[in-house]
């Protein structure tokens, strides 16, 4: 039997009432504004760079790694650079 969900921050869904209540760029304050518009864009990843995939894994996996918060994606990464290590491939 499948748990229900956590909500995770790095993946949510807003409401109706939310989408409503959102105030549109231009009528943020000026300062608001100026202080988003400057923000450095991400910059270059360094190599070697992730390849982005879809992956199907148990919900067990998933709950567990998403329970320990933010960068849970990373540490299912980490999880397997660390399994490669252990295990020889043919």
Known sequence: ???KPKIDQEDFE???AELK???KF???PKSLQTK???RKPRGAQVSPTKIST???LSSEVIDSF???GAGW???IDLALKEWLKEHELA
């Open 1 to 3: 039997m499948h748990s």
């Open 14 to 16: 807003w409401t109706a």
């Open 21 to 23: 209540a959102a105030k």
């Open 26 to 28: 231009a009528d943020l």
């Open 36 to 38: 988003l518009a400057s």
């Open 54 to 56: 879809t992956i199907r």
């Open 66 to 68: 998403k329970a320990t």
């Open 73 to 75: 994606q990373t540490r």
